[in-house]
């Protein structure tokens, strides 16, 4: 007995209760923080891209239109009249008038460097006349100006090229020519890396942070980055897809760091991407991660010392209670405990050795009168139900011997000794299930007959094992008896009385219903 209350007391001891809740309480802090730190990392990373998102929509389209814009102008330059004297040696013209109409050309030049500080230079080439013109000036074209606008030629209609330093927009105002060919003019715009470097500048605004142009086709990598220069290696480390495109989010190492990156797509200068350094973001998160790890350390020094500390106080009084219960509960009625504390364990021990003196005599006053009395309430209940019912039986199977309704009254009959057997037969109060339910039948039967055919009575079958269930006799007849009295006493046609049986779990439901008025 010794042996097993040790083991006992120590699977469902309070003290082993009270640590593993502690254990609990500490484990759901470390994962709610957990969870917490990983939901503001997430929000931290959403709203992180979602910002570089924001800025490089808004910074590629102003420089979109800056070059668009500088674009339309090149091409409205080769509509000017006056540089149709220009192109062409055969052109009969004053020196005045070449001398004017040079100068007005190289006005729309300076127009056109001047709508954007992105533009560098200008630079007319007229291979036939052998004029070069650019916003510094009015030239004669040498040999490496030849060689300069062979070059540019190459680059007609091809977009942007990279050249001695320079973003290079060249258009000759007609289609491309063949080979062999010169054109009459090629206008070259020159776009300054410098000054793209500047304007991507304005997108770092947190440390670690950057941008870069790649321009895949120079292999030439055009970067502003406000700390260490990471570009490089951020766009070698790039993730692609199938189809060899960069993913547009993305976390990577690079330089021994975390970024995170935001890739904006092609712009016309190459493929343009933002990049943030990952751990200045998450410091403050990580911050909080620390002091959170702190507070759970310290919660679980001060779960132990109170487990300790808790022991001594609470655990060996409720032990030597314990001990007390379990010589009670082996027939030792004399068994008294003492506890000198005067704390409330006192008190709960005062209260045991009352319970050891009185528990005899409780049990006889309270468990075996109120069975007596329960009994006798169930007997007056019978003694209730009996005359009553008897009296509307006897009228009921007279009034069939008047009619002669031998069938009638021998059904009757037999359901009447049916029922008065089961009365009389045990004078247990407890049945099995299947006993009270042919009771109730018999007498739901008896009772039609007052109801003749203004009323159908349905009976559903046990569930299988249900039958031998103990229960209290005469729980079903109340029920029948109020439902004939209140519910179908004034029903003329198409009544139904219905007692239905449902498993729910390890219980059964046993409904009584009809479907009268009352």
């Known amino acids: 007995m010794a042996g097993r209350y040790r083991q006992i007391k120590w699977m469902r001891s ?35 891209y979602e910002k570089m998102d924001a800025n490089a929509h808004f910074w590629l389209s102003a420089l979109e239109n800056e070059i668009s814009h500088v674009h339309d102008l090149q091409m409205d330059f080769f509509n000017d009249r006056k540089l149709t004297f220009l192109v062409s040696p055969y052109v009969d013209t004053t020196d005045y008038e070449r001398r004017e109409y040079l100068l007005s050309v190289r006005e729309r030049i300076m127009t056109i460097t001047g709508v954007s500080d992105l533009v560098a230079d200008g630079i007319l080439f007229l291979p036939k006349t052998g004029y070069k013109i650019t916003q510094s000036g009015i030239s004669r074209m040498q040999d490496h100006d030849y060689d300069a606008a062979q070059a540019c030629m190459k680059r007609n209609n091809s977009g942007f090229g990279y050249d001695r330093g320079e973003f290079c927009l060249v258009e000759t105002g ?23 470097r500047r304007r991507m500048a304005t997108l770092n605004t947190s440390e670690g942070s950057g941008a870069f142009i790649f321009l ?6 055009l970067e502003s980055a406000r700390g260490e220069a990471v570009g490089a290696d951020i766009y070698r ?13 993305q976390r990577l190492m690079a330089g021994g760091d975390w970024y995170l990156v935001f890739v904006g797509g092609e712009s016309s200068l190459g493929l343009f991407a933002q990049y943030v350094k990952e751990a200045p973001i998450m410091r403050s998160i990580y911050r909080f991660r620390a002091q959170m790890l702190l507070v759970i350390g310290l919660m679980a020094v001060m779960a132990a010392f109170f487990a300790a500390y808790t022991r001594r106080l609470v655990h060996k009084p409720i032990n030597d209670l314990l001990e007390a219960f379990s010589e009670i509960k082996g027939g030792n009625w004399a068994k008294r405990v003492r506890h000198a504390g005067g704390d409330e364990f006192s008190r709960l021990y005062e209260g045991f050795n009352d319970m050891a003196e009185n528990t005899e005599r409780l049990i006889d006053e309270v468990y075996v009168q109120t069975n007596l009395a ?10 209730q139900i009996n005359p009553h019912f008897l ?13 002669r309704d031998c069938e009638g009254v021998q059904e009757l009959a037999e359901h009447l000794g049916n029922y008065f057997q089961f009365l009389a037969r045990d004078a247990s109060d407890a049945i099995a299930l299947g006993q009270e339910i042919e009771h109730a039948k018999s007498y739901a039967a008896i009772q039609g ?70």
């Open 14 to 48: 309070i003290q082993t209760k009270q640590l593993l809740g502690f254990a609990l309480i500490v484990a759901l802090t470390m994962l709610l923080t957990y969870m917490l730190q990983t939901r503001a990392i997430a929000i931290a990373t959403e709203t992180t």
């Open 174 to 196: 007609a289609p491309r020519i063949q080979s062999g060919h010169a054109p009459n003019h090629i206008l070259a715009i020159a776009f300054s890396p410098e000054m793209i």
């Open 216 to 221: 895949e086709e120079e292999s030439l990598l």
């Open 237 to 249: 480390a790039l993730e692609r897809n199938g189809s060899g495109k960069p993913l547009s989010v």
């Open 374 to 383: 329960q009994r006798a309430q169930l007997k007056h209940l019978q003694a």
């Open 391 to 403: 009296y509307n039986s006897f009228f009921t199977l007279s009034r069939r011997v008047k009619r």
């Open 449 to 518: 007959t007052r109801f003749a055919s203004r009323l159908a009575i349905r009976f559903d079958d046990l569930p299988e094992g249900r039958r031998s269930l103990t229960v209290p006799r005469l729980i079903l007849q109340p029920l029948l008896e109020n439902a004939f009295e209140h519910g179908l006493e004034n029903t003329i046609k198409d009544g139904l009385l219905q007692v239905s049986c449902q498993e729910d779990g390890g219980a059964l439901l046993i409904h009584v219903e009809d479907n009268g008025k009352g």
